[in-house]
């Protein structure tokens, strides 16, 4: 379209070649079309140019709150991670100390189980 404009801006300003005085009236007539088209023209590329420029703000625009929500969601999930790692943590902790509870149940059962074989053994000898 920026050929064609400069094409036409070409020959509106090149002079024309010189016509018979009956062609003026028709060469006035197509310099008036050519600058009309060339105006036509200039409100395209004018139209064009301005519909660019949005387009590009909105790019803009739509980039920042890419960014933006990236970093939330980062934010995000650091977060979740961080809780995560704690529960496990916590759980773990629970795990040993559940474990450690029932190794001591166990020996306490041992225990007491030798306790009631010693008290049979006793028993049966009264």
């Known amino acids: 379209m920026r050929a064609e404009l400069e094409d036409l801006r070409r020959k509106v300003v090149a002079p024309a070649p010189r016509a018979a005085p009956t062609d003026a009236d028709a060469l006035a007539a197509e310099l008036e079309t050519y600058r009309e088209r060339l105006a036509d023209m200039d409100e395209q590329?004018?139209?064009?140019?301005?519909?660019?420029?949005?387009?590009?703000?909105?790019?803009?625009?739509?980039?920042?709150?890419?960014?933006?929500?990236?970093?939330?969601?980062?934010?995000?999930?650091?977060?979740?991670?961080?809780?995560?790692?704690?529960?496990?943590?916590?759980?773990?902790?629970?795990?040993?100390?559940?474990?450690?509870?029932?190794?001591?149940?166990?020996?306490?059962?041992?225990?007491?189980?030798?306790?009631?074989s010693e008290l049979e053994e006793r028993l049966g000898r009264f």
């Open 45 to 116: 590329v004018k139209s064009a140019d301005a519909r660019l420029k949005a387009a590009e703000e909105e790019l803009a625009v739509a980039r920042a709150d890419l960014l933006a929500s990236e970093e939330r969601l980062m934010s995000e999930l650091a977060a979740l991670e961080a809780r995560a790692s704690a529960e496990l943590t916590s759980r773990v902790e629970e795990l040993t100390v559940a474990r450690t509870d029932l190794a001591n149940a166990e020996d306490r059962v041992l225990e007491l189980s030798r306790k009631v």
